[in-house]
């Protein structure tokens, strides 16, 4: 079965800091990787996904087949990036399958 | 444009009740899909449809839990004999196409409290 795993449930940075959000999945073949993103009183979003290669409000993500990741980075934090964000993986016409989420909190 | 919408966006119920959740998803999507979110956890599948057409129901974790859009818009969640380990909030979210690829959108959510 798939899985995902985000071994950080709360991460803090100063201001101005980089970040990076950690996401490790579990999938033999070739699976599509999500970033979901959910700000204080707001519904669950996407932030970007592999496929696409963009960068959305200065994210990043990078798929790591070799060591089966897809961390999320930014290299300057900024008070408004502190939500709740969710990796998610899918393979095939698997259902979407989610990681616990990290918190993020951006310290000014 | 409206974007997808749940109700009621909380819900508190005996436990042994029965519950029903709502959802309308954008105007022409052709993709529902329902996700149990337990606290402290992300969202978990439940079941997906398009159009009228429960093509997955693999992630209804019990016989109790039932779906239906029968006209292929609105939709709804059925839990049946609510037990306290049901309590979670309830994610709907709907896609544009009749495929599992294309983004998803999601709703507010519905919070379950079961007593």
């Known amino acids: 079965a798939q899985r995902v795993t985000q071994p950080e449930k709360l991460l803090s940075v100063f201001k101005g800091a980089p970040v990076e959000l950690k996401c490790n999945y579990s999938?033999?073949?070739?699976?599509?990787l999500f970033w979901y993103v959910q700000y204080s009183r707001q519904r669950l979003q996407l932030l970007l996904r592999?496929?696409s290669r963009e960068s959305i409000k200065g994210f990043t993500a990078d798929l790591n087949k070799g060591e089966t990741s897809f961390h999320l980075k930014k290299p300057f934090a900024q008070e408004e990036d502190s939500a709740m964000y969710y990796c998610?993986?899918?393979?095939?016409?698997?259902?979407?399958?989610f990681g616990k989420g990290t918190r993020l909190s951006v310290i000014a | 444009g409206a974007g997808v919408s749940q109700s009621p966006r909380y819900k508190v119920a005996k436990r042994g009740q029965d519950v029903a959740l709502r959802c309308d998803p954008i105007?022409?999507?052709?993709?529902l899909f329902w996700y149990q979110q337990a606290l402290g956890q992300g969202p978990e599948f439940l079941t997906y449809?398009?159009?009228?057409?429960?093509?997955?129901k693999s992630g209804l974790p019990s016989d109790r839990f039932f779906a239906e859009r029968p006209e292929g818009s609105v939709s709804t969640l059925k839990i049946q004999r609510t037990q306290q380990e049901d309590s979670a909030v309830y994610l709907c979210?709907?896609?544009?196409?009749?495929?599992?690829?294309?983004?998803?959108?999601f709703g507010p959510g519905t919070r379950l409290l079961v007593l």
């Open positions: 998610a993986s899918r393979g095939g016409n698997t259902p979407l399958v």
């Open positions: 999938y033999s073949g070739s699976p599509e």
């Open positions: 592999h496929i």
């Open positions: 105007s022409g999507h052709v993709s």
């Open positions: 449809f398009q159009n009228e057409a429960q093509l997955d």
């Open positions: 979210a709907s896609s544009k196409l009749g495929t599992t690829q294309e983004t998803q959108y």
